[in-house]
């Protein structure tokens, strides 16, 4: 049986040492796309008797996908196997209005295709959009690749 010190370097430390970043390598290893979740993650916790996976970010965010998207301070989930359901403080802006996103799933990973459940529908989107961890800016603009913005100023907080 392995020592906890020698589990806590495998599950920790050898990540660190080898360039990964452990809350992306999780939702790899439990079939989902690392970039579900911003760079900014500063820690997170995983109980895998619960399957709670809670992710705190230096600070609240905008990330660009498909669309704009907002992280809170701290994101929860149930994460399973291709999936992250029982989502809170993850929005996305669906024409200028922020849906919740409740769900994630990846059934079918041949297909590249994921499944964001918003509430109101079911969002298909190219698993590409999620390859690589975005940058994620605190005031909800974000500069594209010929140096515009992506986003407006005050996002989700100016329809409060």
Known sequence: MATPSLLFFFIFLLPILTGGDPIHDLLKAHGLPPGLLPKSVANFTFDPSTS???AYLEKPCYAKY???AYFDRVVTGNLSYGVLKGVDGFKQEELFV???VK???NKNPESGVIL???GLAHKQLS???FETPPECRPDGVLG???GGSLGRRGGIHEQR
């Open 66 to 68: 498909d669309s704009l």
């Open 116 to 118: 964001f459940d918003i």
């Open 127 to 129: 698993m590409s959009l």
């Open 98 to 100: 922020w849906l919740p």
């Open 144 to 146: 594209d690749s010929v």
């Open 52 to 54: 709670l996976l809670e």
């Open 103 to 105: 769900g994630i799933f």
